[in-house]
């Protein structure tokens, strides 16, 4: 035998069991229990912008969806092929009332009601009994969001109170395209991975202080090369974190970050720009392997945020090289696989917080198997507005008084 | 609850059973149902002129097959991979009586014939044991044939009465690259989609007034965009529509169009050139999911079809949007997906003429099923020549005597 | 009935069974019995030169890997995802004692020990209970091995006469790229088909006359378009054949070529270059369908294999027409599909080799399966020298006495 080389033979790979997902919170198509779940809540579908007239393609929650804009303005989300030969509505057109099918011509308002049925007498005498199907949208923040969950158990659309009360020099910056995870608008809309991954990086700050400081090149600012100390608290229908730290110039932040169930986070400033948070994001599961990370924060007129780049490259200018030298979000959550083996994680002190977002997921996700609602559903208009603790609060120093 | 938008949430998508095709119309492999009642029909290979010493592989009704034509002009249909070490005969080189692999030698006959072993002793004392497999294939119309089904079962290939008597000023036009979809010579030669889709599509004189007439641009002629009055008839082995237009200037049209069983179509001319069809259309089963539409016309000298083009471009130099613009028939039937969902179709009595195909196929697969002979194959040679009734038919007007 | 073109309709393939692979000798994946099998010996990871600190993926028997090394020029293979949270280590960077990984800093020596956790209190006081699944590896030949069997099984690295003893003036070049299939240094690292079929090609004398010769073009030397005598022989841990040519010139040679067992080669000089064999071939799976030839032959210092080519062109920059018409080991082999259809083969009495070959492997397999050790895991190292006795031996000639 060859015993140069090592110790022992302790933990190789031989016989190692197969590994697996938690399949309980990565799994959302329609009948899953996390799909069931996570229908319960208004998800967002794109940003307000981009559903026009010409219609577009979408999948979410693993359901193929038609999103458009009726020629009056109104938003429609449909089924995608037509309820009378199966032709996608992709190659419908809009027209003041609805959407119209290129093949016989059937029109479907955006409640999938069929309005004209032209190769059928007197334009369908029973067209009042045919409806596409379809699901119910609302506009707000710049977004278009849908609700696809059972009829009765519709909820309100939440208002999250950091982004209320918009002031006449601020308007809403919206990204549908994934912009937490590459930051870059040529990057993929869609990442090709599992909305858990995104939503477990809400509540780990340490990544924070290696991934994106101490790594390879400073992602954020100098002063998250700060190892903070944490604490993970439950709130009303979430988690939240606060990383003290004292900065080597002698200020000390608290920097409370916020993740509401089932997917909904509000990171405060990665400036550390003192203040509550100015924004919300959301990690749509597009279906078990993809998601797309949307965004939305209250910004100054005439300013924007601008790509990330490294030696002058977006992220979709680099080569693998180039990312495995400067890994980022992208990089270590798509590393995880389209979606993690959960069985083969050990997770640490340093990710409570991610235990507590999934004891609380498994909590709710069984009681919606179990007939009731989960936490965060807002179904009394008067509880609308919810309240997002987040923000780079810096403490206040006891001041010398000055010498009279 | 948000009530605003939607009077109510009826027909919403959520809890939408799960959508499927018609399994028996659309499984084509080998033993299903359907593949079974298609093999019992001669089907079109390819254009002759596209079989050739140079070997090419071809996937029909599920098989993978290689096609090629040996030294001495006679076609062949084989099974790809050689019979004794499984390499393809891709790779074959095709002598005067047949074609040797490249591995170790072994030559074929068209007809699978082993002929010759170089590496066994005196080129192989047992070669007249071994057979490659093989299909029978014949030459008519500018086309290879194949019989894919039951030796004891094999028929005539029909003729068509309207690609007879070809006269000196007239050669066949053949297609075999879908042209039927997409009229373009650089299109996808095979289509990714079932053939079903392009089948529905023969006995829908409707879509003709939207599709190709008022949705967009005119695609044939603008007399199509007169919503017809149709009638379908059974006839012998297939279905036919007459389609009476009175057009604006007085003109009274009965446009005839034919579809045979199980795959076979004669359209009339899309130009509304008056008199009897010319031409024979197939949609050719290349799996579940994919289908080559393959024609033959005959042709005066000199002329030939042109591709079609809106704004100058043909179908591939087409951006999606611009296809979104002005779709047309392969629009339509991709837009069905790889196989339509049946089960969330909806036939309207504009429809009838695709409830009665399939109809005559469901009853006709359930007959090969058990035992019987489908109808419209030939065996009889006496019975070989079909009429086919396809045209487009002026009716005379009753002129007033003029006078004397 | 026509029945113009054939005599009769025999040996179609209608009907015909569906064929398969010979799982037991082409599933390579952990727990199948020829994965177990392969498992118990050394497989050739990577040529040294490409184990850097710059981490790779590989996957060996479908198994996902990473190789790198360390900064202390050790190299190491680990399970690819972090065991913390399930990042690829591939964005992981190399310090000298480990690899650290992106996303929280976990750091692992090349024997997946855990030596850093920085997100931890104290570094990690627990660390030393967790472990990366890893691999041993040596270095020898210019080439990274892995041992990925049982611990307790493990055997020592052999090493092959052939390859001992490098003199000064000579050199291992090592090809890690698929190079024994396309020689072609822009060619597929790894080649889309199963282990087996290059295999296969090694105690198959034949297709060196007519692939390699008379098929097309001479793709080694004109000699071996004599189609040699050959004969079959077990050895302790393989077969060899002995093909005897006489040439045109009246010279005599006996062409020995070796197989050891499970995927080991050693091919004489294809220039037919007399004496011994110098190198050594490895056939390892990636996959079920995939595989990587890995070689390394002496050879006189400022001389290399140079790339093979046609008419200028090298396999990567040749059309599928001109493959077709110069077919070689690539095409032959990736010709029998992604893994070949056992069921529907012939051997014939040239096929010999091959079907000794899978004797031996059989046999073998299943004495894993019982729980013994194969033939050719050599566990003593006094034993671990192995003779291979590959090479082109010319006969002597008888001369007549020259006149005194």
Same mark, same amino acid.
């Given at each position: 035998m060859s015993k140069a080389l090592y110790a022992n033979l302790d933990g190789?790979?031989?016989? %190692?069991p197969q590994q697996h997902p938690n399949d309980l919170l990565t799994r959302v198509g329609p009948g899953t229990p996390c799909g069931e779940y996570m229908r319960r809540f208004w998800q967002p579908v794109l940003a307000s912008r981009n559903v026009t007239t010409r219609p577009r393609e979408i999948r979410i929650l693993g359901e193929d969806l038609l999103v458009f804009r009726d020629g009056s303005g109104r938003p429609g989300l449909l089924y995608? %092929?037509?309820?009378?030969? +199966?032709?996608?509505?992709?190659y419908g057109h809009v027209e003041p009332d609805g959407i119209r099918c290129c093949y016989h011509g059937w029109k479907f308002a955006v *409640? +999938?009601?069929?309005? *004209?049925?032209?190769?059928?007498?007197?334009? +369908?005498?029973?067209? #009042?009994g045919a409806r596409q199907p379809w699901y119910p949208v609302e506009e707000r923040y710049g977004l278009v969001w849908a609700y696809m969950g059972p009829p009765d158990r519709r909820p309100v659309l939440p208002r999250w109170d950091v982004l209320?009360?918009?002031? =006449?020099e601020e308007y809403y910056q919206v $990204?549908?395209?994934?912009?937490? #995870?590459?930051?870059?608008? =040529?990057? /993929?809309?869609?990442?090709?991975? &599992?909305w858990l991954h995104m939503n477990d990086n809400?509540? *780990? /700050? $340490?990544h924070v202080q290696?991934?994106?400081?101490?790594? !390879?090149?400073?992602? $954020?600012?100098?002063?998250?090369?700060v190892m903070p100390t944490c604490a993970f608290e439950y709130i009303a229908n979430g988690v939240i974190y606060k990383a003290y730290r004292k900065l080597d110039d002698g200020r000390e932040v608290d920097r409370i970050s916020t993740w509401l169930a089932p997917n909904i986070m509000s990171v405060p400033s990665t400036m550390l #720009? #003192?203040? /509550?948070?100015t924004g919300m994001g959301f990690v749509v599961p597009v279906d078990d392997t993809h998601s797309r990370i949307v965004g939305v924060a209250r910004m100054p007129k005439g300013q924007s945020r601008q790509p990330y780049r490294v030696n002058g490259k977006t992220w979709s200018q680099m080569s693998l090289e180039e990312r495995q030298d400067v890994p980022n979000d992208y990089e270590a959550q798509s590393g995880q696989g389209p979606? !993690?083996?959960? &069985?083969?994680e050990h997770l640490a002190t340093s990710d409570r917080g991610i235990a507590m977002q999934r004891r609380a997921l498994e909590q709710n996700i069984r009681r919606v198997m179990e007939g009731g609602d989960p936490d +965060?559903?807002?179904?009394d208009r008067s509880r609308q507005l919810v309240h997002v603790p987040s923000g780079n609060f810096f403490r206040q120093k006891e001041r010398t008084p000055e010498p009279a």
């Open positions: 190789v790979a031989y016989g %190692r995608p %092929r037509c309820m009378h030969r +199966g032709t996608t509505l992709l *409640d +999938g009601t069929c309005i *004209d049925q032209p190769c059928e007498p007197d334009g +369908g005498v029973n067209k #009042a209320e009360n918009l002031t =006449d $990204f549908d395209n994934s912009w937490g #995870a590459h930051r870059d608008p =040529d990057g /993929p809309e869609v990442v090709p991975y &599992s809400i509540m *780990d /700050p $340490f290696v991934l994106h400081s101490t790594f !390879s090149v400073t992602q $954020f600012v100098r002063e998250f090369e #720009a #003192a203040g /509550p948070s979606i !993690s083996l959960h &069985s083969e +965060g559903v807002v179904l």
